[in-house]
Every structure is written in structure tokens, then in C-alpha cells.
């Protein structure tokens, strides 16, 4: 059951992704021939429109492109003149890269001030727990990006200002711009989590029964409060990966997002499917695979059913 | 039944909701805040003035053109955008929630489907591609990102209104002859509507961050536009000489986003008690 939804959404976004192309207003052709630098003539156009087969009717076009997918062929990008697999292959390491690493400095804030938050709830360190969230929510990524990147590249210069090698230095300042608003929201998630836990009747009945408060919070609440935060992690990391381009624009990061900006400028058609449709296939398996991974973590699920 | 006096009595939503009309004020009499300089004009000769010089505060861009200025009138734009994308994702997905969970059957399923479908794309993903593909222009980025926002609302009035769908004051309403236009406009929308106005008020910030990403990366507003995110990309590469080009639109951003944010959590405190722990 859960499959065949799967496959119906996937058709619907193969669709969705192909027709959204088929219709935009600029010429793939001529777009190619500039940006090899020629002038094409009509003639020109017509024949590679037919050796491209883009004079079929949509549907034709449509089901040639599905199975050329399927046998995992997407086509050469017209502006870099590749096959649209092997350079969304070579950038999506660098990406799983600087969502891995946003994640940890995420995990690294939200963690302990959310802990802390909770634990000390309406004591000053809350109110500045939630200030903190507060702004971090608020802040548009692209201008916390700039902000660290004028502080740390151009005034200290401690950081590279092109962030393009893959190294530890070029990597932390995107990531920690993408951990910001992450952090805000997980933050607070954390925060009720473990105040949820604290005011349920075990913890009451634990603390009454002489057991140290210290260590109710390290073995029950703790485990108790942080695993549903496994769920959201898994969540968390399909939309970071459809949500790096604007950090990756600007610390000319080379992501997929940077990848997919470039390519709707260019209006390359073949590599804004590719993408288009790769991100929604990782994101789709990552969600089931969380989904699964909920059945083997928290034993309650598998009695639900 | 909330009353306007509800709103009143909470200290939060006076203090943003005075700081919303002012920004709102601001926008609309930018003419006047700014003493009637022309946004889109510059003299050259002016290009890169520092905050302070010459009179202009805020100092001046590439062109020479007023930063306080651009970022006054930016409010225009940012916040019709915003407004606008709010009320369309709260309009479409309502009315195609409200039917999905009042007809069910297989009206739900295609709608539902469709939902899915929608969700399936991450992030911005869809919406960068939709405003890159329609080209560049706030109203296509407006479009863009109504296309993958509605979902959320849609998903959230059919539930609202299948929890009510097979009570039994609604099954006698029916029985007793409501026709469908009656019974969704009496019982299925008011139904819904206050959920749904908490999530608009609170995706307010949100959206509006969203819509300045998108002029950010070159798929929204365009030049000579002075729209936030659009001046922060055109800053950019002047971030060594000239950092108050980045730093004046970001604020501005930032601030507005703080007053709709703030004032939206106040709304969700006023007519949902249960969210006041």
C-alpha cells in the first residue's frame, strides 16, 4: 500500500518536474548555441530541435524522457555539456557534506540549551534561551551568511571567503549559517520534549520515591524526550539538502543547490529535471526510511499496529 | 466568543500590532518618511557615500542612490509580497481543504494526492524552479511560492472539517435539507477558520523570509527594484568597501520579521488558550 503511494507520488513528480520545463517561455536551443557562443541560424535551431527531439508531442516526449530516467540516463546539461548525472553526482557529496556537518553544530546548540531551558524553566536562562531562539528564527539565512562572512573572511580573515575546497575551514562558516535558524527550532523543540517528560507521573512518582533527581533526568527523561528527535533529524535532512542554494550561493560552495541555481539562469532544462527530480526521489526515501527506523527505535510503534 | 477586547488585553499583540500599523504607515507614506527622494535615482558622482555623508544617513549604493530611501520604499514591496502570498496559500488551500474533507470520496483522494505530491518536493526546491523557469519578477516568485505553500493549509482545513464532518447536528443540518454552499459556508468554514487564521498569522515572518530569499538568488524582484533581498545581492560584492549595503536591507528584514513573528505568536496565544502552557 505504503509502496504503491509511493510510486503514484513519483509519477506525479516526474510529471510535475517534465511539464514545468515543457512550459517555461525560453528557447533550450538557442540558449545552448549562446552559450557556446554561436549565433544560431533557424536552420540551425530546427535540426537540433529534431536531433533532440523536441518537436514531438508532449506526451511522447514526456515518456521517452521517463524511460531514459529509469535507465538512469537524464540527459546532457546544454550549458556544461555533461551528462546531467555525473555533475549532480559530483556535487551531491559536497552537500551531504554541509548538511552533515550544520547538523552536528546544530545538535552541538540546540541540544544543551534546550536542556538547560527546560530544566531551569523561567529563570533568566530560559528568557536567554528564548531570545536567542527567537532571533535566530527571524534572521533571513542569506544575511546571517553575509554578516559571518564579512566578520570572518573579509575583517579577520580567519576564514577562506570562497569556501570551494572541501577542508574542515571552508565548510564550517556555510554550515554554521544553515544551523542558525535549525538550531532556533530545535531549541525549542527540545525545550518542550523534556518538559513534557518532566511533568509525567513517573518522574513525580520516581522523585517521591527517593530516586536522585539527577539521575531520573540522565536514564528516563533524557532518552525519553530526545528520540521523537530522531524523527525530525530525518526530516531535517531532505529539506536541508532542497534548501542549501541561497549558503551555497554565497560562500560559492560547490553543492547541488549552487548547481541548480546556475542551471535555472541558464534555463538548462535537462539538469533543473534532474535535480528537480533527484532531490524529491532522496527526499521521499529518507522520509520512509525514518518512518521504518521509528519502528525499530521506540518498541511502542510496532504494538500499535 | 473572542471580542475585540480579548486582543486588548494582551500587552503583546498591542505593542506589535502598533509596531505592525507603523511599519504598514511607513510603507504606505514612504514619500513622506523620506522626504521625497526618488528611490530608483542617483547621482553617480554620489556612488559608495559612507552613513552620515552628505545627508545621506544610510549612505548611498553603487549608483549613488539613497540607502534609507531604498530600504523605506523596499517595505512596499516586501510587505504586498508577503500579504499577498498569505492571503492567496490561505484562500487556495481553505477552499481546497474544505471541499476535500466535506465531499471525501475520491475528490479527497485526487486533492490529497496532489497535496502529497507537493510536499514531496524539499524545501525550496520547487519554487526555485517554478520562478527560474517563469523568469524573474516578484509576481512570479509570489506564484512559485503559493504553488508549494497551500499544501500545508489544505492538509489542515480537511482535518478540521472531518472532525466535524459526521457529527450529528451536522448529519440533521443536512437531513433536514441544507443545500452543500449552505452547510460549508455556516458549519465547515467557520469551523475552521480560527486554526487556519493562526497558521497565516504565524507563517507571516516566515513567508516573508522566503520571498526575500528568492530575490536574493536573482528569481524575484528585479533591478532597479529596491526590494530587500534583492539589495543584499547587489551588496554583496561590496561587502569589503561598502558593508552598509548589506547591513541597512538585512536589519530591515530582520526587524519586520521580529514585529510579524511576535505579533503572530500573540494572535495564536489570544484565540488558541490551549497554546499557553
Known amino acids: 500500500m505504503r509502496l504503491l503511494q509511493i510510486v503514484i507520488v513519483l509519477i506525479g513528480i516526474s510529471f510535475i518536474t517534465f511539464a514545468l520545463t515543457y512550459m517555461s517561455p525560453g528557447d533550450p536551443v538557442r540558449n545552448m548555441y549562446t552559450a557556446s557562443g554561436v549565433m544560431p541560424t533557424q536552420e540551425m535551431i530546427d535540426a537540433t530541435r529534431e536531433e533532440l527531439g523536441l518537436n514531438k508531442p508532449f506526451l511522447t516526449q514526456y515518456f521517452t524522457w521517463l524511460t531514459n530516467c529509469l535507465k538512469g540516463d537524464f540527459g546532457k546539461s546544454y550549458s556544461l555539456n555533461k551528462p546531467v548525472v555525473e555533475l549532480l553526482a559530483s556535487r551531491l557529496l559536497p552537500t551531504l557534506k554541509l548538511a552533515f556537518m550544520s547538523m552536528c553544530i546544530m545538535l552541538i546548540l540546540a541540544v544543551p540549551m534546550g536542556v538547560v531551558s527546560a530544566l531551569y524553566k523561567d529563570s533568566w536562562i530560559d528568557n536567554l534561551v528564548k531570545c536567542i531562539t527567537f532571533f535566530g528564527c527571524a534572521m533571513p539565512n542569506f544575511w546571517v551568511g553575509l554578516l559571518l562572512m564579512l566578520a570572518f573572511c573579509v575583517k579577520l580573515r580567519i576564514f577562506p571567503v570562497m569556501a570551494s575546497g572541501g577542508d574542515f575551514k571552508s565548510l564550517f562558516l556555510p554550515a554554521l549559517t ?9 531549541t525549542r523543540q527540545v525545550r518542550t520534549a523534556v518538559l513534557e517528560e518532566l511533568s509525567q507521573d513517573y518522574v513525580i512518582g520516581a522523585e517521591a520515591r527517593g530516586v536522585k533527581r539527577s539521575k531520573i533526568i540522565w536514564l528516563n527523561v533524557f532518552p525519553n524526550a530526545l528520540l521523537p528527535l530522531i524523527t525530525m533529524l530525518g526530516l531535517s535532512i ?37 535535480y528537480v527530480l533527484w532531490l524529491s526521489i532522496i527526499y521521499m526515501v529518507v522520509n520512509l526510511i525514518v518512518d521504518m527506523s521509528y519502528n525499530f527505535i521506540d518498541p511502542r510503534m510496532r504494538h500499535k499496529k | ?60 549604493d553603487k549608483m549613488g542612490r539613497d540607502i534609507f530611501t531604498r530600504v523605506i520604499y523596499g517595505a512596499r514591496y516586501s510587505l504586498s509580497a508577503t500579504f499577498a502570498v498569505v ?41 526555485l524552479a517554478v520562478a527560474g523557469i517563469m523568469g524573474a519578477s516578484i509576481k512570479n ?34 437531513v433536514t435539507g441544507s443545500k452543500t454552499p449552505y452547510m460549508i459556508k455556516t458549519y465547515m ?41 534583492y539589495m543584499l545581492n547587489e551588496g554583496r560584492s561590496y561587502m569589503g568597501t561598502a558593508p552598509w549595503l548589506m547591513i541597512y536591507p538585512g536589519l530591515a528584514i530582520f526587524l519586520v520579521v521580529v514585529v510579524f513573528n511576535m505579533l503572530g505568536d500573540s494572535i495564536r496565544d489570544v484565540m488558541d488558550p490551549r497554546s499557553q502552557k
Open chain 2, 141 to 174: 516568485a509570489i506564484i512559485a511560492i503559493t504553488l508549494v505553500s497551500w499544501t500545508k493549509y489544505a492538509r489542515l482545513a480537511r482535518s478540521l472539517v472531518m472532525k466535524i464532518r459526521n457529527r450529528d447536528y451536522v448529519s440533521a443540518a443536512i
Open chain 2, 87 to 127: 492571503l492567496l496559500i490561505f484562500t487556495v488551500g481553505s477552499v481546497f481543504g474544505v471541499i476535500a474533507g466535506y465531499f471525501g470520496g475520491w475528490i479527497d483522494a485526487v486533492l490529497m494526492r496532489i497535496a502529497d505530491m507537493m510536499l514531496s518536493f524539499p524545501g525550496l526546491v520547487l519554487a
Open chain 2, 1 to 60: 466568543m473572542l471580542t475585540y477586547k480579548d486582543f486588548l488585553k494582551n500587552k503583546q499583540f498591542v505593542i506589535f500590532g502598533i509596531l505592525a500599523i507603523a511599519i504598514i504607515l511607513i510603507a504606505v507614506f514612504a514619500p513622506v518618511v523620506t522626504g521625497g527622494i526618488d528611490p530608483l535615482k542617483g547621482d553617480i558622482r554620489d556612488a559608495l557615500l559612507e552613513p552620515g555623508e552628505d545627508g545621506h544617513i544610510w549612505g548611498t
Open chain 2, 189 to 229: 468554514f467557520p469551523n475552521a477558520l480560527p486554526t487556519l487564521i493562526i497558521t497565516a498569522a504565524t507563517d507571516i515572518g516566515s513567508m516573508m523570509l522566503e520571498l526575500a530569499g528568492m530575490s536574493f538568488l536573482g528569481f524575484g524582484a528585479t533591478p532597479p527594484t529596491p526590494e530587500w533581498g
Open chain 1, 238 to 274: 531532505g529539506s536541508l539538502l532542497g534548501g542549501t542554494s541561497v549558503v551555497e550561493v554565497i560562500f560559492s560552495y560547490p553543492g547541488l543547490g549552487n548547481l541548480a541555481v546556475s542551471a535555472i539562469t541558464s534555463s538548462d532544462y535537462n539538469l533543473i529535471q534532474g
Open chain 1, 178 to 186: 544553515l544551523a542558525v535558524a535549525m538550531t532556533a527550532k530545535y
